[in-house]
């Protein structure tokens, strides 16, 4: 038993390691389907955890405006919904879904997930390993609501790369690479400047 235990470790850390860029990776899309990311080889992306119930919910809208000016030059955003924040994300893909029709919504949606602990998407712990936490924008109005929260919550939150709270993107480049990080309180056109120079390479 301890044989198998140990090679299921082996196994998993040989996974870990091999896993390069996000291409590496599988998600369950909306309609339930296990897809593969390399679908969108190729392609400036940007993953995003959403919420329907957030004080950061209105960022659909800006998101899809984002997603409808730059999509035909090669860009991508990726919704993977987590109730981990709050229980902000509550009912299935389906009432998600249901909800964004009022931004409008037509990137792509994905099933929810976890983005922190045990149970977290491969994907999300890939994402946190190659860009950790940063800080929150200082100027946003949020931020000293977020920070006092979480410092109760969890004292230490400034010294892990976890997730911090609903609407966190990371933003991907034409190889699969992990090339930035924005918190929730990073401002839209903050984000489109990077994503536009990623464009333009």
Not at 60 to 80: Q, T
């Amino acid at each position: 038993m301890k044989k198998l235990f140990l090679f299921a470790m082996i196994a998993a850390f040989a996974t870990s390691f091999a896993q390069t860029n996000i291409y590496d990776f599988k998600a369950v899309n909306a309609d339930g389907e296990t897809v593969s990311l390399s679908q969108y080889r190729g392609k400036v992306i940007l993953i995003v955890n959403t919420a329907t119930e957030c004080g950061f919910t209105p960022q659909y809208g800006e998101l899809e405006a984002l997603y409808e000016g730059l999509k035909e030059r090669g860009f991508e955003i990726l919704d993977f919904p987590c109730n981990q924040f709050g229980g902000q994300a509550p009912g299935t893909i389906a009432d998600i879904q249901k909800f964004c029709t009022r931004y409008n919504v037509s990137f792509p949606q994905f099933d929810k997930v976890e983005v922190n602990g045990a149970n977290a998407h491969p994907l999300f712990t890939y994402l946190k390993k190659q860009r950790t936490f940063q800080g929150f924008d200082k100027d946003n109005k949020l931020t000293p609501v977020l920070e006092k929260m979480l410092k109760k919550s969890h004292p230490n939150f400034r010294k892990t790369s976890d997730i911090k709270w609903n609407f966190t993107k990371f933003l991907i480049d034409r190889n699969g690479n992990v090339v930035q990080r924005f918190e929730p309180t990073a401002e839209i056109d903050k984000i489109a400047i990077a994503i536009q120079e990623l464009l333009n390479k």
